[in-house]
């Protein structure tokens, strides 16, 4: 049986491939083979024009009076439970520690670019009681009850930021892989915004599953993940490798920035490892995607790449069995990068 690609640069192979392959004939797994119950057991005053949210098949995606281009993540409550579990799997990756960048404890502000629910920028105002800290993001999803410090505002960051020159003594930008054209765009603005010594912090992951021991086979549903989320950026000139190459330290050098370093961990995609730690880490990360196969797929394979309902759905469940499977060892690259503006 052929496999065609929809795009035969990156080798993305089409829905068709999914729905070919057909699902097996019962939901029973080999007990050597699975990790089965072992997770599942575990996992247990604005515009209404900004609140007008679109609705593709059921789920909700930010209004087109906030932004004017489209952005692939829903901004329901099922995918944000979704990045809340892996902004835990992060933050454990990461040993608690809110920033790489060494920051001053008398930092007056900052902000978080893209900011989702709001978690982090809340911990971090937390932690920094006297630093005003401020949380943008394209659709008001983020709690009321947030630290006296922290403001929450609805910003496109594509466009020119409104924020005064040389005012930030940090930015930190989390997890914004397909949201932007051009990195250096956005590292140039933050570089106007920042305080001459303050600092960029950008972290976000890969889409590409790999393994070191070829568990993570090519044309697997794992494998094909990335290639595909790859393949769908590409059409909308969005940038979907991030993380990959040497892309963001690149762009913060273009921008300005000096002092840069570049951090990579591997995130196990489920709790294959036998550290305990990882093992933990791969939980989280394994219930960030269960959660919500769907939403993440949803408008990239579906809106971007013409995949039929049907399609996605087939896809989504032979990727929920490969995560299962005790003999796959995937994972994917967290970066970290920082930079300094100069004195």
Same mark, same amino acid.
């Given at each position: 049986?052929?496999?065609?690609?929809?795009?035969?640069?990156?080798?993305?192979?089409?829905?068709?491939?999914?729905?070919?392959? #057909? !699902?097996? *004939?019962? /939901?029973?797994? +080999?007990?050597?083979?699975?990790?089965?119950?072992?997770?599942?057991?575990?996992?247990?005053?604005?515009?209404?024009?900004?609140?007008?949210?679109?609705?593709?098949?059921?789920?909700?995606?930010?209004?087109?009076?906030?932004?004017?281009?489209?952005?692939?993540?829903?901004?329901?409550?099922?995918?944000?439970?979704?990045?809340?579990?892996?902004?835990?799997?992060?933050?454990?990756?990461?040993?608690?520690?809110?920033?790489?960048?060494?920051l001053s404890q008398n930092i007056e502000n900052a902000v978080d670019i893209g900011t989702?629910? #709001? !978690?982090? *920028?809340? /911990?971090?105002? +937390?932690?920094?009681?006297?630093?005003?800290?401020?949380?943008?993001?394209?659709?008001?999803v983020q709690p009321s009850w947030v630290p006296p410090n922290?403001?929450?505002?609805?910003?496109?960051?594509?466009?020119?930021?409104?924020?005064?020159?040389?005012?930030?003594?940090?930015?930190?930008?989390?997890?914004?892989?397909?949201a932007f054209d051009s990195l250096t765009h956005i590292y140039s603005q933050a570089f106007r915004c920042c305080k001459p010594g303050g600092w960029l912090e950008h972290v976000d992951t890969s889409v590409m599953v790999t393994s070191d021991d070829g568990s993570v086979k090519e044309n697997s549903p794992l494998g094909q993940y990335g290639k595909l989320f790859e393949a769908a950026g590409n059409r909308v000139n969005r940038?979907?490798?991030?993380?990959?190459?040497?892309?963001?330290?690149?762009?913060?050098?273009?921008?300005?920035?000096?002092?840069?370093?570049v951090k990579k961990f591997k995130i196990p995609i489920s709790p294959w490892p036998s550290d305990k730690r990882m093992k933990d880490i791969g939980l989280y990360a394994y219930a960030t995607m269960t959660t919500d196969v769907e939403g993440i797929i949803q408008f990239m394979f579906g809106t971007i790449l013409g995949w039929s309902q049907q399609e996605i759905a087939v896809y989504a469940d032979l990727l929920r069995r490969q995560l299962r499977r005790k003999d796959v060892h995937g994972y994917y690259t967290l970066k970290v990068v920082y930079g300094q503006k100069p004195q």
């Open positions: 049986m052929s496999n065609p690609v929809d795009d035969a640069s990156s080798g993305a192979l089409l829905g068709a491939h999914w729905t070919q392959q #057909g !699902l097996p *004939a019962d /939901d029973t797994d +080999d007990a050597d083979s699975t990790l089965g119950d072992e997770i599942e057991s575990s996992t247990a005053s604005l515009s209404s024009s900004i609140l007008n949210y679109r609705n593709i098949n059921g789920r909700t995606y930010h209004s087109h009076a906030a932004m004017d281009e489209e952005y692939w993540a829903p901004n329901d409550p099922k995918h944000l439970e979704a990045l809340d579990i892996f902004y835990h799997a992060i933050d454990m990756m990461l040993e608690g520690k809110l920033h790489q960048a060494p989702g629910s #709001g !978690l982090w *920028a809340i /911990d971090f105002a +937390d932690q920094y009681t006297n630093c005003t800290v401020i949380g943008t993001d394209i659709s008001p922290l403001l929450f505002e609805i910003d496109d960051a594509t466009k020119e930021w409104t924020f005064r020159d040389d005012y930030f003594d940090y930015i930190h930008m989390q997890l914004l892989n397909g940038m979907s490798r991030t993380a990959d190459f040497t892309t963001m330290e690149d762009a913060m050098k273009e921008a300005g920035f000096q002092n840069i370093t």
